[in-house]
């Protein structure tokens, strides 16, 4: 297993505890928002052996974040992932990007010339994007990245990812209970998402197993190999109770 974070201390812990149930771990340091970390991050694991799972999972959220750092690693980080890692994918393998429900939020909100924008720039000229200057506030930054996440997944499945023989699909997490999640429940938005649980079919909050699980199926070459370029939502029912219910207009 090849291991990264952008915080070492972070990378160091979890490696540590990984060795000690018995996994050979690696671990190299990587900044997702530039193209040359993750570049280099992508030849060490080659280097390390056949590429068959890739799973990315950096992201900030609103309450962490200003909108430039949001667009920088959730927006920009992902699309420098799905580009160096088709580079080094074997054969057979499969990726999985982790997004958000905010971007099934973002659906229908962007006109669909900023949509084809967002899948098909080239990634070294995405953020020149005119209309991701206008964003108003993290929270819409987030969004619009989430967006992007799905659009990218999706002609990357079509694209680079489809030419190597492998598999890349995103999922969509809900409020889920890890630090990231109990940090926006506690921020501004936090009565917001608390409703959006309560609307849902499972009146709870996701767990990281939840995501786990859902991440493991769709690497699964056995159980999901003829899924690729599509979403998977995994939030309890959230985004199907806030529609039936007309919370957001």
């Given at each position: 297993m090849v291991l990264a974070d952008f915080n070492e201390a972070t990378l160091e812990a979890a490696a540590s505890q990984l060795r000690g149930e018995g996994h050979d771990?690696?671990?190299?340091?990587?900044?997702?928002?530039?193209?040359?970390?993750?570049?280099?991050?992508?030849?060490?694991?080659?280097?390390?052996?056949?590429?068959t799972h890739v799973a990315h999972t950096a992201g900030l959220s609103p309450v962490q974040a200003p909108t430039d750092a949001i667009l920088h690693v959730d927006l920009l980080g992902v699309a420098h992932a799905l580009d160096e890692f088709a580079r080094v994918i074997a054969p057979g393998g499969a990726g999985v990007v982790i997004a958000s429900m905010a971007g099934h939020f973002a659906i229908g909100t962007l006109p669909a010339e900023a949509e084809q924008a967002l899948a098909a720039t080239p990634t070294d000229e995405l953020l020149g994007l005119p209309f991701l200057a206008q964003l108003p506030n993290p929270g819409a930054a987030y969004s619009i990245a989430k967006r992007a996440n799905h659009l990218r997944v999706r002609a990357a499945a079509a694209g680079a990812w489809a030419a190597a023989g492998a598999r890349v699909n995103s999922i969509s997490p809900g409020v889920i209970s890890t630090p990231m999640g109990q940090e926006e429940l506690a921020g501004e938005s936090g009565a917001q998402m608390r409703g959006m649980i309560q609307a849902s079919a499972t009146k709870r909050l996701g767990t990281p197993d939840d995501i786990a699980a859902a991440a493991a199926f769709l690497l699964d070459p056995q159980q999901a190999s003829f899924i690729t370029g599509t979403d998977l939502l995994v939030d309890g029912g959230a985004v199907a109770g806030v529609r039936a219910s007309g919370m957001l207009g």
């Open positions: 771990v690696l671990t190299q340091r990587v900044d997702v928002s530039d193209r040359a970390s993750v570049a280099a991050l992508a030849d060490a694991a080659a280097a390390a052996g056949r590429v």
